[in-house]
Every structure is written in C-alpha cells, then in structure tokens.
C-alpha cells in the first residue's frame, strides 16, 4: 500500500473574502460542498472527481473549479499524490468584480478545463495574491483579468434552479438554519411529511449525500464562520455543533484538507 501524503499550506492573503492555499495529497476528499467559488490549478499528478455533470478527470495544467454549493469530491489518479494550488472566493467578491461587465449572474460551466492562459493568469495571480509585500493594484489587475476570463470562457448565465423537492427542502431548511443543534432522522422526516426511509432517499438522490453528510458539511462551514471571526478553537467546536474538538478537526481536515487550527493561524 502507498504512504499517504497530505501536506497542506494556508497563506495569508493580501484581498479579503480570497482563501489561498496550496496542497499535495494522496487524500481521497469525501462528497462536500464550499460556500465559496473554487478556482485552482493542478501542478503535477492527477484527480478523478465526481461532479453533477459526471465523472471529471483532470491533469497537471488543468484549471480545476467549482459553483457555491456545488457537490463534489476527488480522489487521486492510480493512488499517486497530486499537487495543486487553489483560491476560495466568497460570492460578493466575484460579484463586485464582474458588476459593472455581466447583466445577470452567471456560474461556472465545466469542473475541470485545459487552458493554458487561464492556468498561467491564475498562477500569476497566486504568486501576487500570496506575497510578503503584495502590490494591490497588480493584484487587483490580475484578479479582474483572471475572473473576466474565466466568466468570459467558462461560464454560463445560470439557469433557474427548480429546486429540491418540497419534502427535502423541508430537512434542508431546518439543517441550514440551526446546523449546530441535535436533530434525528425521524425529526426531519416529520418535518417533511415523510417517512425516514422515503427521506434518505430524496436527500441522497437530489443533494448527492446524506442528511448526516449534509449537516457535518454544514458544521464545518459554520465552523470556518466562526474562526474567521476570531473565535477560540473549542469555543467554535461547540457553537457549531460538535461534540468536541477533536471531532470539529477530523470533520475539518476531511473537507477543507487543513486543520482548523493552521487555517485560524493563517487568516489571522
């Protein structure tokens, strides 16, 4: 069997709202979803990925992205570690920035795409985004520069979603407004007119995970929330739900493959 390799360094970035972090992993990450638009570059390796138009492959070069809220998960080609490098944006940052150039929102179409300037701009920007001495103004620039591409190249207007199922919207109100409280099965299938089985099922079928999955995924983000607001490590673990720390950092690592204290360490 392979060693496994998870190396992972968050950087101090020089915009907010921009998360930058660089890994090199053998890690298979589980079916998880970000509040933020993901825009990276793979360096060397491969991943498979399964995303809600497929299987995706993607090798070194290749431009990797992901939609808020967008399901997907990605495992190592043959075992192997892969390396890349990635910036989380929150959604008001992409907005500001494509503002006064797009009339209605748009998201991104495809996973995975080859496109040598794209790579090369999104490197560009990493280096500046990353440094010790940042100069605002060409960060900005190649900010502009690589989303107005992306956008430009890669997206699509986005279309009216018609939305989960007035049963599953039900669990996932109750999950998304009170994450860190205690909840069973049987609660949200009362909440839902339906019956638990009949529950796991929808849930599985239209979100791509379960409503456990789904509520872990929504500590975590909660938990992320919370340390960007400067709270302590095991005060965040309680607030948002978990039942210590050491389960908040295993659930943690398992989404956003760092642990939540070098993440507080590094956006401080």
């Known amino acids: 069997m392979a060693d496994r390799t998870h190396r992972v360094q968050q950087y101090r970035s020089a915009l907010a709202g921009v998360d930058a972090m660089s890994l090199v992993s053998s890690h ?3 079916r998880h979803a970000h509040d933020h638009f ?7 390796g491969a991943q498979h990925s399964w995303s809600g138009i497929g299987p995706v492959d993607a090798g ?12 997907h998960d990605g495992a190592p080609l043959a075992g192997a570690a892969r ?3 990635m910036l989380y944006f929150d959604p008001a940052v992409l907005a500001h920035q494509m503002a006064e150039e797009m ?8 996973p995975a795409v080859s496109d040598p300037m794209l790579a090369a701009r999104f490197q560009r920007l990493f280096v500046r985004l990353t440094a010790p001495a940042p100069d605002l ?3 900005e620039e190649d900010l502009l520069r690589s989303v107005m591409h992306v956008l430009r190249h890669h997206g699509v207007a986005r279309p009216v979603a018609a939305g989960p199922s007035p049963a599953v919207a039900k669990a996932l109100q109750r999950l998304d407004e009170a994450p860190e409280l205690p909840v069973s099965l049987g609660e949200l299938a009362a909440l839902s007119g339906v019956s638990r089985f009949q529950l796991l099922r929808g849930f599985a079928r239209e979100l791509g995970v379960t409503p456990h999955a789904y509520l872990v995924q929504r500590r975590v ?3 992320r929330r919370l340390l960007a607001a400067g709270q302590p490590l095991a005060q965040a673990a309680g ?4 039942a210590d720390q050491s389960h908040m950092t295993r659930a943690f690592v398992r989404q956003f493959g760092v642990t939540p204290g070098r993440y507080r360490a590094a956006i401080a």
């Open 28 to 30: 298979v990450f589980p």
């Open 38 to 44: 993901g825009i990276g570059v793979i360096a060397f």
């Open 60 to 71: 070194a070069g290749d431009t990797i992205m992901v939609n808020p809220g967008e399901m």
């Open 83 to 85: 390396g890349w490098h």
């Open 103 to 110: 009339t209605r929102p748009i998201e991104i179409a495809r």
């Open 137 to 139: 103004l060409a960060v």
């Open 221 to 223: 983000r909660l938990v």
């Open 239 to 242: 607030d948002a739900g978990f």
